[in-house]
């Protein structure tokens, strides 16, 4: 089965750093787009950046030139680096990825569970 697995998340203050991971498991035979999503309270989820096998990436007017989307390929890894953090970008973080498992001609869309980011004022 692909899993993936966020990890990074946690409380920091206005304008601190964090740096999200996403590493994609099980049998896979090829992962296309990768992307980060988030979800506030009350809210829609809604993509913050997204990344390309090729390493095209597209950002969210709210994060660009404070978030960075980068992929290590070879770990089936997506990071997401987060700088100048607002209390705004407080919220639920989710990775998402377009793969196709070994067992499969299809790709689709998978989903991580989840982590936290609390950033205070």
């Known amino acids: 089965q692909v899993q993936l697995v966020e990890s990074g998340g946690g409380l920091v203050q206005a304008g601190g750093s964090l740096r999200l991971s996403c590493a994609a498991s099980?049998?896979?035979?090829?992962?296309?787009?990768m992307a980060w999503y988030r979800q506030a309270p009350g809210k829609q989820r809604d993509l913050v950046a997204a990344?390309?096998?090729?390493?095209?990436?597209g950002y969210a007017n709210s994060v660009k030139g404070r978030f960075t989307i980068a992929r290590d390929n070879a770990k089936n890894t997506v990071y997401l680096q987060m700088n100048s953090l607002k209390p705004e970008d407080t919220a639920v973080y989710y990775c998402?990825?377009?793969?196709?498992?070994?067992?499969?001609?299809?790709?689709?869309?998978?989903w991580g569970q989840g982590t936290q980011v609390t950033v205070s004022s």
């Open positions: 099980g049998s896979i035979f090829s992962i296309n787009d």
């Open positions: 998402n990825a377009h793969i196709r498992p070994e067992d499969s001609r299809w790709f689709r869309y998978y």
């Open positions: 990344i390309t096998s090729g390493g095209n990436t």
